[in-house]
């Protein structure tokens, strides 16, 4: 992949003030989800596409207040709106068995060519006969190769205290409509018996040089129309898979505003 149009186009609703970025919460039985995604900067050229840095974020709880209760996440597919530009052109690419099983300084030792992202998940460890305890792991993002016409992207999740790793593989597909770029990971079997997430949150951003000009892994532009100088936009839409087969899909709306 060297170019792709993330399905973020711009849905022109135009603002009368602007709405707060915010996280949104769906809630099914005593089931709690969040979805926040953010751009930054957001003020972005009308037509040529600008370096942006994207955001995704998501929590999860039982209404209940007990970990036990949790549901597991099995599944996290973050659709994406189509203005915008996945490009990777001539950026290194790591594979799976290089960083897995690897401590976090390691996986940047070795592929710290090809890092794209950085973010964090929060877990309940459930390791009987033990009660559940919180685990806060590190993530880093790395440009993956392509796999059955599929690109990926590689999180690997390590975690300090206690020490330990798994890596999240995302499949990035493309589907018509508003969002058109997907992201799909699956929780990995190794960590199906044990890892419930709470939360996650993961920033794709990188700038590098191929043939002697600047690249930006993600841009975008604000679409704004002629004479207005900011957009509402349907920027990105997450669902979400429980292993008791409940699926909560989270839509997040956001604001650009076309730069001076």
Known sequence: MSRTRFPLAVAAL???????ARAEIAQEGSLVATFDAQLRPSSLPR?????????VAGDFRDASGDPERLSQLRQIRVAINRQGQLFDRGLP?????RIQPAREKAARRICGDAIVGRGHI?????????PAFPVRANLLVFNGPRRNGAK???????AHKPPGAFVLAFRVSEQPGVFGTVL??????SARNWAYLTH?????????????QRHSYVSAACSAPAGFDK????????TYGFADGRRLSIPVARVCHVAK
Request: aromatic share 10%.
């Open 231 to 238: 957009a509402l936009f349907a920027f990105a839409r997450a």
């Open 200 to 212: 996650f949150d993961m920033t794709l951003h990188r700038t590098y040089e191929y043939r002697g």
């Open 152 to 158: 990926l992207i590689y999180a690997q999740a390590y």
């Open 93 to 97: 690419v790591c594979r799976v068995e």
């Open 122 to 130: 929060t877990l309940n460890a459930r390791l009987s006969p033990q």
């Open 184 to 189: 799909t990971t699956t929780l990995p079997n």
């Open 47 to 55: 037509e040529e596409a600008a370096p942006i840095a994207v955001r």
């Open 14 to 20: 135009l603002l009368c003030a602007a709405i707060p």
